[in-house]
């Protein structure tokens, strides 16, 4: 099992930024990749950025690309997500999840975090 850890959240105004961290409970590198999603009122939730574990290969969705960014601190087991120029269009809970890719099947393993809520307000 893997915990995971999200702090960060607050209200900024338009045009502010906000970084968002992520602990894990076990190093970065036991894992496939992580990633934040968020998730508005009323909306599913959404990939936002993902980072590969091992590779630092990093994907960002079109709302947040050139604004977000996701990194890794592999000797503190924490992902970082930088958000800057956000909008009120940001506004979401920010969830942490971490994949696992395992055994002979190949199987897949999700992880989440209990959120961190991110307000873009004047």
């Known amino acids: 099992q893997v915990q995971l850890v999200e702090s960060g959240g607050g209200l900024v105004q338009p045009g502010g930024s906000l970084r968002l961290s992520c602990v894990t409970s076990?190093?970065?590198?036991?894992?496939?990749?992580v990633g934040w999603y968020r998730q508005a009122p009323g909306k599913e939730r959404e990939l936002v950025a993902s980072?590969?574990?091992?590779?630092?290969?990093?994907g960002y969705s079109d709302p947040v690309k050139g604004r977000f960014t996701i990194s890794r601190d592999n000797a503190k087991n924490t992902v970082y997500l930088q958000m800057n120029s956000l909008k009120p269009e940001d506004t979401a809970v920010y969830y942490c999840?971490?994949?696992?890719?395992?055994?002979?099947?190949?199987?897949?393993?999700?992880?989440w975090g209990q959120g961190t809520r991110v307000t873009v307000s004047s």
């Open positions: 980072i590969g574990s091992i590779s630092g290969v990093t």
């Open positions: 076990i190093k970065i590198t036991s894992l496939n990749a």
């Open positions: 999840n971490a994949r696992q890719i395992r055994g002979w099947s190949q199987a897949t393993y999700d992880y």
